[in-house]
């Protein structure tokens, strides 16, 4: 019994050897910028969030149209529309605040 225990020991670390050899040599995993700079890509939308205040209105918009139906599945949430409380560009992030509060409407249909 001792045997076969000392034998799979061995045999766990020789796989464990050698894939930890095969990831050293992996030239992406030592590398990662190689990743982007092969490859092919080309960026066609960012926003470095170089702003203070709601986010660019014209790269950012607010999707409220569904408030008033409860969104089809009867949301008991209200989305809104360029509220600083609840999207904000601040120090180069963009901050999404969900707020639970009063609001003033009838979601229910």
Do not use: H
């Not at 045999?11 to 040599?25: E, G, T, Y």
């Not at 960026?43 to 014209?58: C, H, I, Q, R």
């Not at 999707?63 to 601040?90: F, H, I």
Request: hydrophobic content about 35%.
């Amino acid at each position: 019994m001792k045997k076969l225990f000392a034998l799979s020991i061995i045999v766990c670390s020789s796989f464990l050897w050698i894939s930890a050899k095969d990831i050293q040599s992996n030239p992406i995993l030592n590398n990662p910028e190689a990743v982007t700079t092969n490859a092919k890509y080309e960026l066609v939308w960012s926003d470095e969030f170089n702003n203070n205040g709601l986010p660019d209105s014209k790269k950012w918009s607010y999707d409220t149209e569904g408030n008033s139906s409860g969104w089809g599945n009867n949301e008991a949430q209200y989305y809104t529309n360029a509220r600083l409380q609840n999207s904000e560009v601040k120090d180069g992030y963009l901050y999404i605040n969900v707020l639970k509060e009063k609001i003033n409407i009838n979601l229910k249909k």
